[in-house]
């Protein structure tokens, strides 16, 4: 009987395994029970004591076969766990992320032919809000006035590396131009609530580099500018200011200037 258990436990049968151990017990019980011959009463106590412990060592020893097909069987019963794929998000074909705070964004100036980064998300706090007239060009030919949002100051009749637009009389016609500013953006007339915003209308929209003064409507045209020391300006027009016979006109834009705080 136990070499058949041991062949049970090989072929992992937990189920006869237990039948059989059963009937280990059984006969073994039945033995012990069952009345002594007169040949066996003759044994001694040593001798039967001797019975009763193997008997015993027996039974522990089945019992451990059984218990080991057991556990051997419930591991490998159980199913092993497929891990999960990572979700994954599929962004319709030219889809762009905008940049986050602080980080740093490329874009070109139609018209203008130069591309420039500038900081998106950088705190910006307001420095200044008033109205400043644009005072035009008095020479009737290639005059130029200059206009400096940081200051905010306007140069008339003259223009300097820190100017960051300019109003000019070129070829008998008034322009609007960009100058050392590297972002300029056509913007609402609404000002926006923060320099930030701003920042993003200036180098995403970007307006044209040179625009006629005819073109400029009041209470229409907007822009926002990074101007060439990293600040951020927010202008409006709100008058065009006519001298009569062929003197150019005056500009007047609301300003509103953001500076890193």
Known sequence: MLKKLDHLRAEGD????????????????EALQSPASPSEEKLSSPRRKLLLVIFFVVV?????????????????????????????ITLPAGTTIPPTAGTSSTVGVPGDGTATSA??????????????????PTTSDCGVTGIDLDAPAVHVDEVGDGDDLKYDDMYCDLYFRKASAPFVGTASTRQPQTGEECSKIAQTNAAPGTIKVGDLKIGQSAFC???????????????????????NPDLKFDLTLWGRS
Do not use: C, F, M
């Open 14 to 29: 937990p189920a006869a395994a237990e039948e059989l151990t059963r009937k280990i017990v059984e006969v073994a019980i």
């Open 60 to 88: 522990v020893l089945v019992v451990t076969v059984v218990l080991t097909i057991v556990i051997t069987r419930t591991t490998t019963a159980r199913p092993t766990a497929t891990p999960r794929p990572s979700p994954s």
């Open 119 to 136: 900081s998106i998300g950088t705190s910006y706090k307001i420095k200044s809000q008033q109205r400043i007239t644009v005072g035009a």
């Open 225 to 247: 500018v990074v101007t060439d020391s990293g600040n951020i300006a927010w202008i409006s027009l709100v008058d065009v200011v006519s001298h009569g016979g062929r003197e």
